[in-house]
């Protein structure tokens, strides 16, 4: 089977660091702007960034509602920090007028542990990923308040949760792409293929 196609919502955000992670977890990586361009990828990278703004963004590019459909419908789906706080079917601080894509049966708190100045690093066991802990890149993070009964907790780090999954849709606080450490990237590229294994049966 070919590799799988993964797209990187490039509304704002880091993005080419996604795509460059994506491409050292063996798939095809591309930049995802427009309906069309979501039309085409097996799964979907939701950046860090500013929420809000991506938000707005999505809306105004009109992916926010194809974005919807396809998560609804089982796509695979990642966010890393600000794409986290997009997956969250609540967030708990929400700007005027921040809409979110869902997914993720969660309650997320914005900027939770702290502001820009605020950022650090720190080792996360994370669930699924084999070896060593993950170094987690903590910018502006968020955390999960809570979560629902079919959301699995992957990491969490001084007792707030910092990764999550649901069926085809991951999230982590934290940022794997900045580190040159792929193997958060290869456990949703192996979601990818699972799940376009399972759709071709």
């Not at 396809?70 to 601080?93: E, F, N, Q, S, W």
């Not at 894509?101 to 702290?114: E, K």
């Not at 999550?164 to 999230?171: C, K, M, S, Y």
Request: charged share 25%; aromatic share 4%.
């Amino acid at each position: 089977m070919t590799d799988p196609v993964i797209g990187v919502l490039a509304l704002q955000g880091d993005v080419r660091e996604h795509l460059i992670a994506l491409a050292a977890a063996d798939a095809v990586a591309r930049p995802v702007r427009r309906p069309e361009e979501l039309a085409e990828v097996d799964g979907l990278v939701i950046p860090g960034g500013e929420s809000t703004t991506i938000s707005k963004l999505a809306v105004l590019f009109g992916v926010m509602e194809p974005l919807r459909a396809r998560v609804r419908a089982g796509m695979p789906v990642y966010g890393t920090c600000a794409g986290m706080i997009m997956l969250a079917d609540k967030i708990l601080d929400p700007r005027s007028g921040q809409e979110t894509i869902g997914g993720i049966d969660m309650i997320v708190r914005r900027n939770a542990f702290g502001r820009q100045n605020e950022s650090f690093e720190a080792e996360v066991d994370v669930r699924g990923v084999p070896g060593h802990p993950v170094e987690g890149v903590f910018i502006r993070a968020p955390w999960v308040e809570s979560v629902g009964a079919e959301v699995e907790v992957l990491a969490e780090h001084d007792g707030h949760i910092v990764a999550v999954r649901q069926g085809t849709a991951l999230a982590t606080s934290f940022h794997p792409e900045l580190t040159g450490d792929h193997r958060v990237h290869s456990l949703f590229v192996d979601m990818v293929r699972a799940n376009r294994t399972a759709e071709s049966l």
